[in-house]
C-alpha cells in the first residue's frame, strides 16, 4: 500500500497523521458516520442535496422530481442463502429510491471482475440482476465491466445504480420526525446478517436461515396510498435497526422509545446472536424497513403494510419523543429502560 | 476462486465448458466487444433503452429526457500524470452524459476501499472528485463507501454514476451515422494511455506525457449550440479511437474512411506506440470526443470546438461511406489503404 504522492492531491481537512481506513469504516455504524461526517463530507465541500443521511438524492430535473442513488457490494461469499450479490445489490438500489418514495424507473450494472472467475458464474449473476430487476417492475438500462488481475479483486464487486421519480406530494426525509410520532417495522430483524454470518462462520442451525433480501418498492407505494404524509421510510442495512434510528433520532433532533417486546426477532437469529455475543438491532438486514408515521394514520398504514407479503410481520414498536433528542432507548423484556446504541466498530465485514 | 453453487444459479447462454473472464474482456476491444454480445446482453435478456453501444440510457422520466449512465474505474496507480482515479471517474461519466447531449445535473460516488489507505490518501481523492466536479459545474449529491480486507481490492475502486437532461431536440445515438456525413476528432490522440504506460512500465520520454482528462460537456454544448442535430458523439476510452469508431460503424451499418495524415498523434505517443508496439489508434483517451456531423455544418462545429480550449486541437478525420459497412479503413500516408480493426485483447490492463 502505497502512499499517493503528495505534491499531486492534498487532503483539505486536518486527520491525524497516519490514520487510516479499517474494516470498522465500512460497518454501516459509528465508525462509518465519522468517516463521513469528518473526512467525506468536508472534503466533498458541498451541501448535498440528499444530504449523506438519506438514502437517495432528490434532484429538479425538467420539473420531474428524481431520486438517484447508488450502492457498490462485496459481500462475501458472492452466493449466500437466499440470494446472491446481483440480487443484492439490484433490491438495494431499489429500496433506496423507495426510501425516498420513488418507484424505480432504471437501473445501472457495473461489475469489478476479478480475472479468473467463469463466464458461466459471471452470466449467472448477470441473470439474477436482470430477474430481480424485472421482479421489481424495472430493468437494467446501461452498465460497465471492469476486469482486474487475480489478487486485485476477489472474485467480483458489484455497483448498482438507480433512478426514479417521487411522487408529487410525497417528501420524506431523516430530519421529519416529530415527537408523537409513530415508529413502525415491516418484519422481523436480523435474518440477512445471520445468514452470512452461517455461511462465513460455520454455524449450523435447526432450520435454514435465509437472507431477506426483497424489493420493497411496493410496499412502499401501497404505504404511500394510505398516507402520503409518511414522514421517514428507512432500510436497516448496515448496522442494522439501531444505525437506522440512531441516524433518524440525530437528523431528526428527537427522542425515540422503542418497546423491545414488539420487535420481532427469529428465535435462530436470538440464538445466533447469543452464540456470538452480538445485539440483533445492530445486525444488517436486506428486505425490511423503517417507517416514521404520524399517529392518526399508523393504525391504516400497518394494515396496508400487512395485505402484502413483504410487509405480512409488520409490527408499531415504539415512539417518537421530545426527551433526549438524538438518543433512542428501549423498554426491555423485565421493564427497566436501556440505551440502543449504534454499532461501534465492525460486526461482520462484507456483509452488503 | 471458487466457483457458485450451481443449484442456486444458472447461466441461461450456452458458454464453453470451463471459460474465464480474462484482462482482455476489460479492454474495451473485440473481447469486451463479445463478453457484452454473447454473454451480457443475453444473460440481461432485455431490450436496453440505451443500448449497449450508447455511453449513456436516455429515460423518459415524467416528460423529461434524462441521460442516465455508470462506470467503475480500477486505473493503476490511483494517482499518475495528469490526473487521478477520482477526477478521472468524475469527467468520465460527466463524459458519458455529454455524449448523449445532455449537461450533467448531479454525480454519485462511490468507494471500494481496501483496508489500509490513509484517511489523508481519501480525503484528498475525494476532493479531487469534487473539484472535477464543481469544474464541470455539477456537483457530487449520493455517495456509498465499502471496505475490503487487505488483499481483497487493490487500494481503491471508484464508481461514479451521473445522471444530466437531454435538450429537446436533440437526439444523439451510434445507430445515426450515414454516409457523407463527416468525423470530426477533437484533438490529439493517446495521452492518457501513454501516461499511464509511462508510469507503469517506467517508460521515459523526453517531455513529460499527461493524461489528457478533462470535461467535455462545454465543449458539446457549444457544437450542439451550432448543429443540434450532429448524429453521434463519442469519447475513444478503453479500446482508443479505432474501437469508437468501430462500434459507431457496425451499429449504424456504414462504412468509415479515415485520413491518417489527419489524425493529430503527439510525438511522444506515436515513439511509445513504436516501442511497445501498439497501434495509437488503439491507446485510451480521457479528454477526447470524436463527431459524426452532416457535411454540411462541418465547418460551423468545427469553428465551435476550436473557440474553447478542450477543443482547440480540433480537426476533420475521415467521413462516412456507403462502402464495406461495418469496417473503417484509413488511407495511409503513404497513400495505401488499411484496416483499422478493433483491438483484440488487452493492451494494458485496468487504464481506466
Known amino acids: 500500500m502505497t502512499t499517493i504522492d503528495p505534491l499531486a492531491l492534498s487532503c483539505p481537512v486536518p486527520i491525524p497523521e497516519g490514520a487510516r481506513v479499517t474494516l470498522g469504516h465500512g460497518s454501516g455504524g459509528q465508525l462509518s458516520g465519522a468517516l463521513m461526517r469528518d473526512v467525506l463530507a468536508p472534503c466533498l465541500a458541498q451541501a448535498s442535496p440528499g444530504g449523506p443521511l438519506n438514502d437517495a438524492a432528490v434532484l429538479d430535473l425538467g420539473g420531474t422530481q428524481v431520486a438517484f442513488t447508488t450502492d457498490s457490494f462485496v459481500v462475501s461469499p458472492v452466493v449466500f442463502p437466499g440470494g446472491d450479490i446481483a440480487e443484492l445489490a439490484v433490491n438495494g438500489t431499489i429500496n433506496d429510491l ?13 461489475f469489478v471482475i476479478e480475472e479468473g472467475l467463469t463466464l458461466e458464474d459471471l452470466g449467472a449473476l448477470t441473470a439474477s440482476a436482470a430477474r430481480a430487476a424485472a421482479k421489481a417492475g424495472t430493468s437494467i438500462v446501461t452498465g460497465d465491466t471492469k476486469v ?8 467480483l464487486f458489484v ?29 422481523p430483524i436480523g435474518l440477512h446478517g445471520v445468514a452470512i454470518m452461517s455461511v462465513r462462520e460455520g454455524l449450523e442451525f435447526e432450520a435454514e436461515i435465509a437472507s431477506d433480501t ?20 428507512r432500510d436497516p442495512t448496515r448496522g442494522g435497526l439501531a444505525s437506522a434510528l440512531n441516524e433518524i433520532a440525530e437528523t431528526s433532533r428527537v427522542g ?23 445485539d440483533p438491532y445492530h445486525v444488517a438486514n436486506e428486505g425490511k424497513l423503517v417507517a416514521v408515521v404520524p ?43 436501556r440505551i440502543v446504541d449504534m454499532l ?6 462484507r456483509i452488503c
Request: charged share 20%.
Open 98 to 110: 423507495a426510501m425516498m418514495g420513488a418507484q424505480p424507473a432504471g437501473l445501472s450494472l457495473a
Open 148 to 155: 482486474v488481475g487475480r489478487g486485485a479483486a476477489d472474485q
Open 159 to 187: 455497483n448498482t445504480a438507480g433512478v426514479g421519480v417521487v411522487p408529487a406530494g410525497v417528501q420524506l426525509g431523516a430530519d421529519r420526525a416529530r415527537p408523537g410520532d409513530v415508529i413502525l417495522l415491516s418484519g
Open 214 to 233: 426483497q424489493p420493497l418498492n411496493r410496499l412502499v407505494a401501497a404505504m404511500l396510498a394510505v398516507e402520503p404524509g409518511i414522514k421517514v421510510l
Open 256 to 278: 425515540m422509545v422503542l418497546d423491545d417486546a414488539a420487535v420481532p426477532i427469529p428465535d435462530a437469529v436470538r440464538g445466533a446472536c447469543e452464540m456470538l455475543g452480538l
Open 295 to 337: 399517529a392518526d394514520s399508523a393504525d391504516r398504514v400497518l394494515d396496508a403494510m400487512r395485505a402484502l407479503p413483504e410487509g405480512e410481520g409488520a409490527v408499531r414498536i415504539g415512539a417518537v419523543v421530545a426527551d433526549h433528542p438524538g438518543m433512542v432507548t428501549a423498554k426491555t423484556l423485565v421493564g427497566s429502560e
Open 344 to 349: 461501534v466498530g465492525e460486526q461482520l465485514p
